[in-house]
């Protein structure tokens, strides 16, 4: 018996492990529940809620193929190892197949959990599926990982030029195995209930979950839509907010419930058959892909950009400021900059946030308010549904001047010239901050700028820094930084 182990690739449509364990005489398949290791992860409720409502499609489409879903609860990822060999013993499992995952804790619970399996004679296989190309296979001349994303993407455009990976069907359906799958609805259900995410806000929890359908048919849709369309002129849609011009399929690559094969394939149908053809909007939208990709090559070639550590080492000496309640002020969504405020309630009550946003919220942290851009980090992590440790950390680093190829620190966006430039006629604006729905095309970027309006009559804070002067400070503790 093989068993495929389910971990962030939670759909049976080109999954690479899963195709390789079904591909012998009988299989079954797993899946751990570890709510202790999640919250340690920041992992958001509403990402946590996602998995657990794709995991009861998964287990019906793993039951018209006979494939049983088992359902295992550990705290940690320490557990890991002795519950899957007790699981081999039980099952008389011989090998089992899973797809890398590449974070440090990651890669230590496998490498904990093969070493006990191999003295039990039990094999362990992982993958290459949540990427394009293996970690380490993507490196400079003299064989280094790339630190800079404009050299890596030259080589990643050359290899796919040589052979785009090819998708993989569904398994078929085995025989029926005597083995009964875990009641999944029952155990899930339980699972939240009980668990450590029982104390969250359930309603706020459901309102996202309407608005993020779970199912690889609906990923495929997501996709299919996008490619259809949005994606011919992405190049210049995808800084406006108020625009359908991105994909939004972030939520979806990071469950794994398509795969970064399907996307780069839905992209080069769109361009009619051509990688890198004629149109700049999917050539765009492929490269954002390779970001993706470069951002996990980095977490492997310098892993302490994961553990708390800027890629700059020199960084570290910033002079962070302590304001805990500048800090609060700009999680809720009350820092008196109205683009930032929209942005922050977007994440608060959709669970995702558009890439320029992100842009814009994480420089004004690091820079404007100068707090400590880990902190930015953590709360992205603990709101976000497509959050993803390699991702989200490359563009805080990124924002915050700290990481590898990020941006230059004296470059700071000024959220009110931003506003006015990728929204421009604050629909954006109108319809998260409701209160300045009824404020002009201009007044509404900077209220408290404005003639026409009497800012401290609004229901609406006023400005929490000086833009000017906030940037000069940024500046200067940038500056005193010996490289
Ligand atoms: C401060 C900050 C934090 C971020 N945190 C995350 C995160 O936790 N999870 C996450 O998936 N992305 C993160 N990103 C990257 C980017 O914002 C999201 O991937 C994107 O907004 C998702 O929306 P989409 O699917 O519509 O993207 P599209 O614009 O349609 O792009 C398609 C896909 O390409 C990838 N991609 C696009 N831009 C980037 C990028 N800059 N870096 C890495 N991959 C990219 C994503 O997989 C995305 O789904 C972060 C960016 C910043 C600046």
């Given at each position: 018996?093989?068993?495929?182990?389910?971990?962030?690739?939670?759909?049976?449509?080109?999954?690479?492990?899963?195709?390789a364990?079904?591909?012998?005489?009988?299989?079954?398949?797993?899946?751990?529940?570890?709510?202790?290791?999640?919250?340690?992860?920041?992992?958001?409720p509403?990402?946590?809620?996602?998995?657990?409502?794709?995991?009861?499609?998964?287990?019906?489409?793993l039951?018209r193929?006979?494939?049983?879903?088992?359902?295992?609860?550990?705290?940690?990822?320490?557990?890991?190892?002795?519950?899957?060999?007790?699981?081999?013993?039980q099952?008389?499992?011989?090998q089992?197949?899973?797809?890398?995952?590449?974070?440090?804790n990651?890669?230590?619970?496998?490498?904990?959990?093969?070493?006990?399996?191999?003295?039990?004679?039990?094999?362990?296989?992982?993958?290459?599926?949540?990427?394009?190309?293996?970690?380490?296979?993507?490196?400079?001349?003299?064989?280094?990982?790339?630190?800079?994303?404009?050299?890596?993407?030259?080589?990643c455009?050359?290899?796919?030029?040589?052979?785009?990976?090819?998708?993989?069907?569904?398994?078929?359906?085995?025989?029926?195995?005597?083995?009964?799958?875990?009641?999944?609805?029952?155990?899930?259900?339980?699972?939240?209930?009980?668990?450590?995410?029982?104390?969250?806000?359930?309603?706020?929890?459901?309102s996202?979950?309407?608005q993020?359908?779970?199912?690889?048919?609906?990923?495929?849709?997501v996709?299919?839509?996008?490619?259809?369309?949005?994606i011919?002129d992405?190049?210049?849609?995808?800084?406006?907010?108020?625009?359908?011009?991105?994909?939004?399929?972030?939520?979806?690559?990071?469950?794994?419930?398509?795969?970064?094969?399907?996307?780069?394939?839905?992209?080069i149908d769109?361009?009619?058959?051509?990688?890198?053809?004629?149109?700049?909007?999917?050539?765009?939208?492929?490269?954002q892909?390779?970001?993706?990709?470069?951002?996990?090559?980095?977490?492997?070639?310098?892993?302490?950009?994961?553990?708390?550590?800027?890629?700059?080492?020199?960084?570290?000496?910033?002079?962070?400021?302590?304001?805990?309640?500048?800090?609060?002020?700009?999680?809720?969504?009350?820092?008196?900059?109205?683009?930032?405020?929209?942005?922050?309630?977007?994440?608060?009550?959709?669970?995702?946030?558009?890439?320029?946003?992100?842009?814009?919220?994480?420089?004004?942290?690091?820079?404007?308010?100068?707090?400590?851009?880990?902190?930015?980090?953590?709360?992205?992590?603990?709101?976000?549904?497509?959050?993803?440790?390699?991702?989200?950390?490359?563009?805080?680093?990124?924002?915050?001047?700290?990481?590898?190829?990020?941006?230059?620190?004296?470059?700071?966006?000024?959220?009110?010239?931003?506003?006015?430039?990728?929204?421009?006629?604050?629909?954006?604006?109108?319809?998260?901050?409701?209160?300045?729905?009824h404020?002009?095309?201009?007044?509404?970027?900077?209220?408290?700028?404005?003639?026409?309006?009497?800012?401290?009559?609004l229901?609406?804070?006023?400005?929490?820094?000086?833009?000017?002067?906030?940037?000069e400070?940024?500046?200067?503790?940038?500056?005193?930084?010996k490289?």
């Amino acid at each position: 018996m093989h068993l495929h182990w389910f971990r962030s690739d939670l759909r049976i449509h080109d999954n690479t492990s899963l195709d390789a364990a079904a591909s012998q005489e009988s299989v079954l398949a797993l899946y751990i529940l570890t709510p202790k290791q999640w919250q340690q992860h920041d992992d958001a409720p509403c990402k946590v809620d996602f998995w657990r409502r794709q995991l009861i499609e998964l287990s019906q489409q793993l039951d018209r193929l006979n494939i049983p879903l088992l359902i295992r609860h550990c705290d940690t990822w320490q557990q890991v190892p002795d519950l899957l060999l007790e699981l081999c013993q039980q099952y008389q499992i011989t090998q089992v197949h899973c797809n890398a995952e590449y974070g440090v804790n990651e890669r230590k619970r496998d490498a904990a959990t093969q070493h006990l399996l191999q003295q039990y004679h039990i094999g362990f296989k992982h993958y290459l599926d949540q990427l394009l190309f293996e970690p380490g296979s993507i490196t400079s001349k003299s064989g280094g990982y790339f630190k800079v994303f404009g050299q890596f993407k030259r080589v990643c455009q050359q290899r796919l030029y040589d052979q785009i990976p090819a998708i993989l069907p569904a398994p078929k359906a085995q025989a029926k195995l005597f083995i009964a799958a875990d009641p999944i609805a029952a155990t899930l259900a339980d699972f939240t209930l009980t668990g450590a995410f029982a104390k969250l806000d359930q309603s706020s929890i459901d309102s996202i979950a309407a608005q993020w359908p779970v199912g690889e048919t609906q990923a495929m849709q997501v996709l299919d839509d996008f490619c259809a369309d949005p994606i011919l002129d992405y190049e210049h849609a995808r800084d406006m907010p108020a625009l359908a011009g991105v994909s939004q399929i972030s939520p979806y690559i990071n469950a794994g419930i398509v795969s970064v094969r399907q996307c780069l394939q839905a992209a080069i149908d769109a361009a009619d058959g051509e990688l890198f053809g004629a149109n700049e909007g999917i050539n765009t939208w492929i490269t954002q892909l390779l970001w993706r990709e470069f951002y996990q090559h980095i977490l492997v070639g310098f892993p302490q950009v994961s553990q708390h550590q800027p890629f700059k080492a020199h960084t570290k000496k910033l002079p962070w400021r302590n304001a805990p309640d500048d800090l609060a002020c700009w999680q809720q969504g009350q820092t008196g900059f109205p683009i930032i405020d929209a942005a922050m309630r977007q994440l608060q009550q959709t669970g995702w946030m558009h890439n320029r946003l992100r842009m814009i919220v994480a420089m004004f942290l690091s820079k404007n308010l100068l707090i400590d851009w880990r902190l930015g980090e953590q709360w992205f992590m603990q709101h976000l549904i497509d959050g993803d440790l390699a991702a989200n950390n490359g563009g805080w680093q990124w924002s915050a001047s700290t990481g590898t190829d990020s941006v230059p620190y004296f470059r700071i966006f000024n959220p009110i010239t931003q506003s006015q430039k990728i929204d421009p006629e604050g629909t954006f604006i109108r319809h998260w901050l409701p209160a300045l729905a009824h404020l002009d095309n201009k007044s509404i970027h900077a209220p408290h700028l404005s003639r026409n309006v009497q800012a401290s009559a609004l229901d609406y804070p006023l400005p929490i820094v000086d833009l000017k002067q906030s940037r000069e400070r940024a500046l200067q503790a940038f500056s005193g930084l010996k490289a």
